[in-house]
């Protein structure tokens, strides 16, 4: 399945790349060569040349270019599998240990991205969990209906809490700028290198040029799965959408009065959140088969956004405010949603499966599989408790799409019982 590679809102909002990526020199010899450039593949690149070794990063298309640069710019602790969820797979003392990991990647992310070199990553602190589902006694710090009304103005929303250490940023601002201090660090980092193919210590790009390396990493997304026997074993690209409003502040401060973002508790559910420029970023809908048309994705995020502020969409339509972006994108899932970080071989690695919640775990993975190549043999552990699973092809997408449409069936109901 591929994606509508429509162009997006953070391309045309994007901050030069101070870089030029190199040249490949025929039979150059590397420690390690890393396959992808979203922000788990800069990370393991990043840290390994921090300690010493010599890394190749090639990237099939433009660093960013894939699920890493095209989110909806959300950041906070956790995995996108549930805590409950990650106990059942692994044991609760693994799970504390991967939340604890989770913990670290957001702090990381966020020291990076409210420094001053990031000033164009335009990061705002604070994500707002939305319920709209009946009283949840068991939360603290909950705001009540009324409450809610200060930050976001919809009928069906009946709760919501404020997690003030997450944030909200332009991603694809952060990778260009991250990739500059890769390359700083001596990555040599290869753009627009097609596919790859591995024949022993030789990588070979499909544009002709090739190079050596004693070890392989596989930090590919959901762009690159089906080129890869072994990772299309164990990962499906599912697509997700988003679109972008023409600017409309005076609407958005009646609807949407808040500079954090905001995402619902569907079981397959809603973001959104007010972009510097005064439009409206809305994100929706999980597919592993669909493939959407861009104006099918407007016209989906229309049904959306009137579903959960209809009288927004009616002022929106009074002042002829449009969908000036629209998007998809494939993130690459397991069927238990948490990642792949290994060995696959005594020469190759891998690092894949952040969709959904990548922006801080992707990062913090890559830095332990940097630790773990450098000689620390413990600290990839807890990720090995993960079970590799098989998705079994198209049964596995037609099964997670069947999921998806399920969950969207309950949600539906419970919404509409309030239950």
């Given at each position: 399945?591929s994606?509508?590679?429509?162009?997006?809102?953070y391309d045309d909002?994007?901050?030069?790349?101070?870089?030029?990526?190199?040249?490949?020199?025929q039979?150059?010899?590397?420690?390690?060569?890393?396959?992808?450039g979203?922000?788990?593949?800069?990370?393991?690149?990043?840290?390994l040349?921090?300690?010493?070794?010599?890394?190749?990063?090639?990237?099939?298309?433009?660093?960013?270019?894939g699920?890493?640069?095209?989110?909806?710019?959300f950041?906070?602790?956790g995995?996108?599998?549930?805590?409950d969820?990650i106990?059942?797979?692994?044991?609760?003392?693994?799970?504390?240990?991967?939340?604890?990991?989770?913990a670290?990647?957001?702090?990381w992310?966020?020291?990076?991205?409210?420094?001053?070199?990031?000033?164009?990553?335009?990061?705002?602190s604070g994500?707002?969990s939305?319920?709209?589902?009946?009283?949840?006694?068991?939360?603290?710090?909950?705001?009540?209906e009324?409450?809610?009304?200060?930050?976001?103005?919809?009928?069906?929303?009946?709760?919501?809490?404020i997690?003030?250490e997450a944030?909200h940023?332009?991603?694809?601002?952060?990778?260009?700028?991250?990739?500059q201090?890769?390359?700083g660090?001596?990555?040599?980092?290869?753009?627009?290198?097609?596919a790859?193919?591995?024949?022993?210590?030789?990588?070979c790009?499909s544009?002709?040029?090739?190079?050596?390396?004693?070890?392989?990493?596989?930090?590919?997304?959901?762009y690159?799965?089906?080129?890869?026997s072994?990772?299309?074993k164990f990962?499906?690209?599912?697509q997700?959408?988003?679109?972008?409003t023409?600017?409309?502040p005076?609407?958005?401060?009646?609807?949407?009065?808040?500079?954090?973002?905001?995402?619902?508790?569907?079981r397959?559910?809603?973001?959104?959140?007010?972009?510097?420029?005064?439009?409206?970023?809305w994100?929706?809908?999980?597919s592993?088969?669909t493939?959407?048309?861009?104006?099918?994705?407007?016209?989906?995020?229309?049904?959306?956004?009137k579903?959960?502020?209809?009288?927004?969409?009616?002022?929106m339509?009074?002042d002829?405010?449009?969908?000036?972006?629209?998007?998809?994108?494939?993130?690459?899932?397991?069927?238990?949603?948490?990642?792949?970080?290994?060995?696959?071989?005594?020469?190759?690695?891998?690092?894949?499966?952040?969709?959904?919640?990548?922006?801080?775990?992707?990062?913090?993975?890559?830095k332990?599989?940097?630790?773990?190549?450098?000689?620390?043999?413990?600290i990839?552990?807890?990720?090995?408790?993960?079970?590799r699973?098989?998705?079994f092809?198209?049964?596995?997408?037609?099964?997670?799409?069947?999921?998806?449409?399920?969950?969207?069936?309950?949600?539906?109901?419970?919404?509409?019982?309030?239950?």
């Amino acid at each position: 399945m591929s994606a509508v590679y429509s162009r997006t809102w953070y391309d045309d909002t994007c901050v030069s790349q101070s870089w030029q990526s190199s040249l490949v020199i025929q039979n150059k010899n590397f420690d390690f060569c890393i396959v992808g450039g979203g922000l788990a593949g800069l990370s393991c690149a990043y840290h390994l040349a921090e300690m010493g070794a010599s890394v190749a990063l090639c990237e099939h298309s433009m660093i960013g270019s894939g699920a890493s640069g095209r989110n909806g710019g959300f950041c906070s602790a956790g995995w996108a599998a549930g805590s409950d969820q990650i106990s059942r797979l692994v044991g609760p003392v693994v799970s504390k240990e991967l939340a604890s990991i989770g913990a670290d990647g957001l702090k990381w992310m966020r020291a990076r991205a409210f420094s001053a070199k990031y000033a164009k990553v335009q990061p705002i602190s604070g994500i707002i969990s939305l319920g709209l589902r009946g009283y949840r006694p068991e939360i603290n710090a909950r705001l009540d209906e009324t409450e809610l009304k200060e930050f976001v103005v919809g009928p069906r929303y009946k709760w919501g809490k404020i997690d003030n250490e997450a944030f909200h940023f332009h991603p694809l601002n952060f990778l260009k700028i991250f990739s500059q201090e890769v390359v700083g660090h001596g990555v040599k980092v290869f753009e627009n290198t097609g596919a790859v193919q591995v024949s022993g210590t030789e990588v070979c790009f499909s544009n002709g040029n090739r190079i050596s390396a004693e070890r392989m990493i596989w930090a590919t997304g959901g762009y690159s799965i089906g080129k890869n026997s072994i990772l299309k074993k164990f990962l499906l690209p599912i697509q997700t959408f988003i679109c972008v409003t023409s600017p409309m502040p005076t609407i958005l401060e009646r609807h949407i009065p808040t500079k954090m973002a905001l995402g619902d508790d569907r079981r397959a559910g809603n973001y959104f959140r007010r972009l510097p420029d005064d439009r409206l970023l809305w994100g929706m809908g999980v597919s592993a088969l669909t493939q959407r048309s861009v104006d099918s994705i407007k016209r989906m995020g229309w049904k959306n956004i009137k579903a959960h502020l209809p009288a927004m969409v009616e002022e929106m339509k009074r002042d002829n405010i449009k969908f000036d972006y629209a998007w998809s994108g494939l993130m690459a899932y397991a069927s238990h949603f948490m990642p792949y970080v290994g060995k696959l071989s005594d020469r190759e690695s891998i690092l894949c499966g952040f969709g959904g919640h990548g922006m801080n775990t992707a990062l913090i993975a890559g830095k332990r599989m940097a630790l773990f190549l450098s000689g620390d043999p413990n600290i990839l552990d807890p990720f090995l408790e993960i079970p590799r699973r098989n998705i079994f092809g198209l049964i596995g997408r037609l099964g997670a799409e069947f999921e998806y449409r399920r969950l969207s069936a309950i949600d539906y109901i419970s919404e509409t019982c309030g239950l």
